[in-house]
């Protein structure tokens, strides 16, 4: 027997869901793996992430694909109308699902923006070394060789005096 357009939509629902709850767990580890400069967790998080994100832009086509061929728009508002337009069991037990996919997709979001802070915030630190390093500190100002006001002030490199 084949499956409804419900019971389609709650299984690519609950995909989703399984799919976004192991992106969040290695969101997680990689957020570790930040702080503690663990570099071969880091690319091997990043290696994982990857197909977990293919899986969810195609599951968030099949879910769309199911509301357009039971004539609803695709989006937040046709899946809403979608789900309200099914039995008082079914509507209760998608919305159910669409709540935990939501929360989820909520707390990826939050760990991939602090994960991208930590990311910032070590690239600046590297650049800020980098520069002192090639003798170049981007905070000091001054006056350059032919009396222009300068951020960079070139100093002798401290690798060249090593």
């Known amino acids: 027997m084949a499956m409804t357009s419900s019971q389609q939509l709650r299984s690519v629902l609950q ?8 992106l969040l767990e290695i969101l997680t ?35 769309e694909g199911i509301l357009q061929a039971e004539g609803f728009s695709s989006g937040k508002d046709g899946l ?29 979001r939050d760990y991939n923006q602090i994960n991208g802070g930590i990311v910032n915030v070590n690239r600046q630190y590297l650049h800020r070394a980098m520069s002192v390093l090639r003798g170049r500190d981007l905070n000091i ?10 951020s960079q002030v070139v100093r002798q490199p401290l690798l060249g005096r090593v």
């Open 141 to 150: 100002t001054s006056y350059g060789p032919g009396g222009e006001y300068t």
């Open 80 to 108: 809403e109308a979608f789900i309200a337009n099914q039995n008082k069991r079914e509507s209760q037990q998608l919305n159910d699902l669409l709540v935990q996919v939501r929360a989820t997709a909520q707390e990826c």
């Open 29 to 63: 580890a990689e957020r570790d793996s930040l702080v503690k400069s663990d570099a071969d967790v880091m690319a091997l998080m990043n290696t994982n992430k990857q197909p977990l994100l293919t899986q969810l832009e195609q599951l968030g086509r099949q879910r």
């Open 15 to 22: 995909a989703e869901q399984h799919t976004a709850t192991q």
